[in-house]
């Protein structure tokens, strides 16, 4: 992700955040706003009954527009799936950009960061206990299916709350959702790896190993799907063999591990990951054992 898309998007979602909160259209006070003294051209044309000639009037109207104000905390929590990560730390580099924007531009607003640390409860308990200490909630959901109670109880108490990145199952509560098409990212991942592949010269079947994320989370799944609908035909033909599937649980450590265990079993050719820490994980276990 680039700088310019972390800060884009996080100006969307907290203006979008903004806009719920105050009744406002979005753009009109929050990121452009109106100035204090309009001057408006009133054109009125009068027509003349005796003759055809035809009288134009024209006038100056000034009118002072008075800029909606909001003295009101705006208060954002924004609960991540897991900190310490370079994607999670653009989110946040991007939230802390956007609020700074909006703070010159008068609006008064805070964030607060929370880690789940992938842990389905924490988040729970975390959208939870955001109820009347917060204006609006931004989640990354850890868990597609076990959050949305939470989801729903929040709203019901009045707390906005935008689904980011990770969907949840439910789509009455994406509303509004903000993320990106995991499953076609994955295809065009799976075409780059048979492309890679191809332009190799290695020899077929290619033996390939799949490392995936912690499956309650949508984007994973999403990912998964993606990698077999380009794989798929491959697999079939013979092209392919899947040599090893595994869950890297999101996590460069637990990549690193399970792959020299797949490495211990025999050589590979080729591997796919569903998140950038795992492949970082892979690579290291890759160079531990002296491949490239």
């Known amino acids: 992700m680039s700088a310019t898309a972390q800060r884009t998007a996080s100006m969307i979602i907290l203006g979008l955040i903004i806009g ?9 006070t929050v990121f452009k706003p109106a100035p204090a003294v309009q001057t408006v051209t009133h054109t009125v044309t009068v027509r003349g009954t005796a003759t055809p000639s035809t009288i134009t009037v024209t006038k100056l109207v000034t009118v002072t527009a008075k800029p ?11 609960l991540l799936m897991g900190a310490g990560n370079p994607y ?44 009347g200490k ?50 076609k990212g994955a295809e065009l991942e799976a075409k780059a790896l048979i492309k890679c592949l191809r332009e ?12 995936h994320g912690v499956t309650s989370a949508a984007a994973n799944v999403l990912r998964l799907q993606g990698f077999y609908n380009i794989l ?17 649980e999101d996590r460069a450590d637990k990549a690193y591990n399970v792959m020299l265990s797949i490495l211990a ?3 590979v050719d080729a591997v796919i990951s569903t998140n950038d820490a795992q492949a970082v994980g892979v690579i290291r276990a890759l160079e531990a054992s002296g491949l490239t």
């Open 265 to 267: 079993k025999g050589p």
């Open 68 to 78: 909606a104000t909001q003295t009101k905390q705006l208060r954002i929590a924004l």
């Open 200 to 211: 190799s010269g290695k020899p077929t079947p290619w033996k390939v190993v799949v490392i």
């Open 134 to 183: 917060f204006e609006a909630v931004i989640i990354t959901p850890v868990d597609r299916v076990g959050i949305q109670p939470a989801i729903e109880e929040a709203r019901k108490a009045g707390l906005i709350v935008i689904v980011a990145d990770n969907s949840v199952v439910r789509h009455d509560l994406m509303n509004p959702f903000i993320g990106s098409d995991h499953k």
């Open 20 to 28: 719920l909160i105050i009744g406002i259209p979005i753009g009109m």
């Open 232 to 248: 798929k035909p491959f697999i079939e033909n013979g092209t392919i063999k899947v040599v090893a599937v595994q869950c890297g």
């Open 88 to 131: 999670w730390d653009a989110w946040i580099k991007g939230v802390d950009e956007a609020v700074k924007d909006l703070k010159r531009l008068g609006v008064p607003i805070s964030y607060t960061v929370f880690d789940a640390k992938y842990d389905p409860k924490i988040q729970y308990d975390q959208l939870l206990s955001a109820i």
